[in-house]
């Protein structure tokens, strides 16, 4: 079965400060990785995605991610956040398998705060 | 390039009643899915459309229903509301269902109140 742990709820962060978001996944199948951010009230937006290639990934905003297949992780970071970051960020996994197709997996989501 | 688009924005009901939102895609785009956001359960598939037809669906009752027109947009029907269908619902489109690494793009989302 494939599922998303983001192993943080709420991370907390100054302005101007490096952040990593974490996310595992679980899959016995190859996988593709998106991270999408959700301002408030609002819809998702895609921040980046992993389907091959190079492990390291490059999104709008100045994110990146690191795609570990050892470690089943696609952690999100980015070396200097701004107020406006602020925001709920979700780590999601193609479904694949008849029961899972066309289905995103979404994570809880991990609450970023950036603080002044 | 216009993006999902998804009315009403918000949307109040009573228990019992019935409630239909409504998603145009991305110009192109012909898979529409579903997704429901409640307070505490995170983000859960519902159903995906595609060239007109129900393709795959989540771990709903059969209350939660919906349709794609011809012209690729679609419909969600939610029967008998409980208060528990108080969420946000977000709809997506993408271009290529036959690729599981096909990106899915959101719309803004409806806010559905069971009262």
């Known amino acids: 079965a494939q599922s998303v742990t983001q192993l943080d709820s709420q991370v907390p962060v100054f302005e101007e400060a490096p952040v990593e978001l974490r996310c595992n996944y679980s899959?016995?199948?190859?996988?593709?990785l998106f991270w999408y951010v959700q301002y408030p009230n609002q819809g998702l937006q895609l921040l980046l995605k992993y389907l091959s290639g190079s492990t390291l990934v490059k999104g709008i905003n100045g994110f990146e991610a690191e795609f570990n297949k050892s470690q089943t992780s696609f952690h999100l970071r980015k070396p200097s956040v701004h107020i406006s970051d602020t925001a709920e960020y979700f780590c999601a996994v193609s479904g694949q398998g008849s029961s899972n197709t066309g289905k995103l997996i979404f994570g809880q989501g991990t609450t970023l705060q950036v603080k002044p | 390039e216009a993006g999902v688009t998804q009315s009403p924005t918000h949307l109040i009901k009573t228990r019992g009643q019935q409630a239909t939102l409504r998603c145009s895609p991305i110009?192109?785009?012909?898979?529409v899915y579903w997704y429901q956001q409640a307070l505490g359960l995170g983000l859960q598939f519902l159903l995906w459309?595609?060239?007109?037809?129900?393709?795959n669906r989540g771990n709903f009752p059969p209350r939660f229903s919906g349709r794609q027109f011809p012209n690729y947009s679609s419909e969600l029907n939610v029967n008998a509301l409980e208060l528990e269908d108080s969420a946000l619902y977000l709809c997506?489109?993408?271009?290529?269902?036959?690729?599981?690494?096909?990106?899915?793009?959101f719309g803004p989302g409806t806010r559905l109140t069971v009262l």
């Open positions: 110009s192109g785009h012909t898979s």
């Open positions: 899959s016995s199948v190859s996988v593709y």
């Open positions: 459309y595609d060239e007109g037809e129900e393709r």
């Open positions: 997506a489109s993408s271009r290529d269902r036959a690729r599981y690494s096909d990106t899915q793009y």
